[in-house]
Every structure is written in structure tokens, then in C-alpha cells.
């Protein structure tokens, strides 16, 4: 998926959950997909938990936070001297 299809998939309205990014025509933020994830469910799960939720959105917020991460810069952190 590339970052056209991915905006086709994600809207950021600042009427919708206070401007957090979602699935389009829906109120599940990028955010809440990713937990879901990060906790384990499978797409399938997800989808079948949130009729009108396609396998394309659940990519799209992946593709979202990847490219989110890709514009942040960690600093690796220094140990202080004991």
C-alpha cells in the first residue's frame, strides 16, 4: 500500500475524535487499531468485531504509524556514571 491508497483509508478531522487519526467514516482511531494489534488480535478478529472495517484499513494504520515513526528521531539513551 502506498501513501495515496493509505489516505484514502485514514482522515484526521478535528470534529472527529479530536483530531486523532482514524478510518475514514468511522470513529476507531489509528491509535486503538494498533492496540488491538499490539494485544493480539488478528486482522480477522478485528474485522469481524467492527463490521465495515476491511483489511485495507487495518494496513493503512499500520503504513500510518510506520510512516508517523519514520518522521521522529530517538536519541539512544546514555547511562549516567554511578
Sequence with gaps: MNKEKMQKH???DPDVMVGKPVIKG???SVEYVLGL???GATHDEIIKE???VTEEDI???LLFATKSL???DFM???KKAA
Excluded: F, K, N, W
Aim: charged residues 20%; negative net charge.
Design 10 to 12: 485514514i482522515e484526521v
Design 26 to 28: 468511522t470513529r476507531l
Design 37 to 39: 494489534l499490539a494485544q
Design 50 to 52: 467492527y463490521p465495515g
Design 59 to 61: 494496513q493503512a494504520c
Design 70 to 72: 519514520e518522521d521522529t
Design 76 to 78: 539512544p539513551l546514555i
